[in-house]
């Protein structure tokens, strides 16, 4: 049974950092691509930053240059590290994953309905 359970969320003031963390069981990360997406409340999930089984990684814009995206299969941990937040980055930040080792274009690896399993979320809050 696939799981995915988020923790890290938090309250910090713009231009701090926050490190998500996402424990995954059920699965071998070698076969499954995995994201996090951010949700704010009344919006549809919007497609943070990805990662293929090959270690591929695909952000959108607005993550670029500021969150990382990495993954310990050691540890059974996907990792969200952002950096330099900002009042938009606010929001329930979900870990989600998809039996698939990558995905054909970024468009694709950043869209929601691509992945078929998601975690319960963390709040991520900026405040100015």
């Known amino acids: 049974q696939v799981q995915l359970v988020e923790s890290g969320g938090g309250s910090v003031q713009t231009g701090g950092s926050l490190r998500l963390s996402c424990l995954f069981s059920?699965?071998?990360?070698?076969?499954?691509?995995m994201a996090w997406f951010r949700q704010v409340s009344g919006e549809e999930r919007e497609g943070v930053a990805a990662?293929?089984?090959?270690?591929?990684?695909t952000y959108a814009g607005s993550a670029t240059g500021r969150f990382t995206i990495s993954q310990d299969n050691l540890k059974n941990t996907l990792y969200l590290q952002m950096n330099s937040l900002k009042p938009e980055d606010t929001g329930m930040y979900y870990c989600?994953?998809?039996?698939?080792?990558?995905?054909?274009?970024?468009?694709?690896?950043?869209?929601?309905?691509?992945?078929?399993?998601w975690g319960q979320g963390t709040q991520v809050t900026v405040s100015s």
């Open positions: 059920g699965y071998s990360a070698s076969t499954y691509s």
């Open positions: 989600a994953a998809e039996n698939r080792q990558s995905f054909r274009t970024a468009i694709q690896a950043l869209r929601s309905n691509e992945y078929a399993y």
């Open positions: 990662i293929d089984t090959a270690g591929s990684t």
